[in-house]
Every structure is written in C-alpha cells, then in structure tokens.
C-alpha cells in the first residue's frame, strides 16, 4: 500500500468549491487547508505507485485545480526493504551510547582525513 501527500493550489475565491470537489471525489482524503492562501492538503493512497499517479492525474485535471503535487510518499515494501538497515542503525548506535560524541568516528571523517 502506498500513501501520499498531496499539495492542492487553488484560487482563494474557488477555494470552498474546490475542497467539496475533492472531499467528495472519492480519490482522496481532505485534511486541512487555507483558504486565503487557496492551499488544500490531501492524501492519497494506491496499490503501486502507478494507481497513485493515475489519481494525481484525475486531481491536476479537476475544475478549479490550478496545481497538486506529490510531496511526501509512504511505500509499506519501502519499510521492509528498509528493516536491515534500521536493525544495524540501531546496533551501532548501542555501542556508541556509551561514546561522547567526538569520540564517535563517521565516514564523514575519513573524507576529511584524504
């Protein structure tokens, strides 16, 4: 499942139109926005990234929408490809608990050491 946040720009004076428009689409959830800005904050969710763009497609089409763009996206096989770095992040960060910080070496190091 897949999850993304959408930033909606719309003219302040359709801004009410505009926002039942989405609430009532069906494509997206509608969580907040301001209407002197005309900015409107939305989700999405898809199976794959595809269903998300085919959304985001349906939105910048939609009366009214002068912008939407993606701005934040969630992917749950992200996360899981992901576990095997956090389990190492989180054991290295064990052995270092103990350490002050300028006793701790990074990478970042070595590049200033060449």
Known sequence: MNIS??????KPEDYDNAFSSLEESGICDVHFGDKDKGVII??????????EVAKLAQIQD????????M???YCEDEIEKMS??????????E???????EE?????DMIKRK
């Open 5 to 10: 946040s959408i930033i909606v720009k719309v």
């Open 42 to 51: 939305i989700t999405i969710e898809g199976e794959s990234s595809e269903e």
């Open 62 to 69: 939609m009366p009214m929408i002068l912008d939407a763009q």
């Open 71 to 73: 701005h934040m996206s």
């Open 84 to 93: 095997d770095y956090i389990e190492f992040k989180n054991t290295v960060d």
């Open 95 to 101: 052995l270092n608990k103990d350490k002050k910080a």
């Open 104 to 108: 701790i070496k990074s990478s970042w």
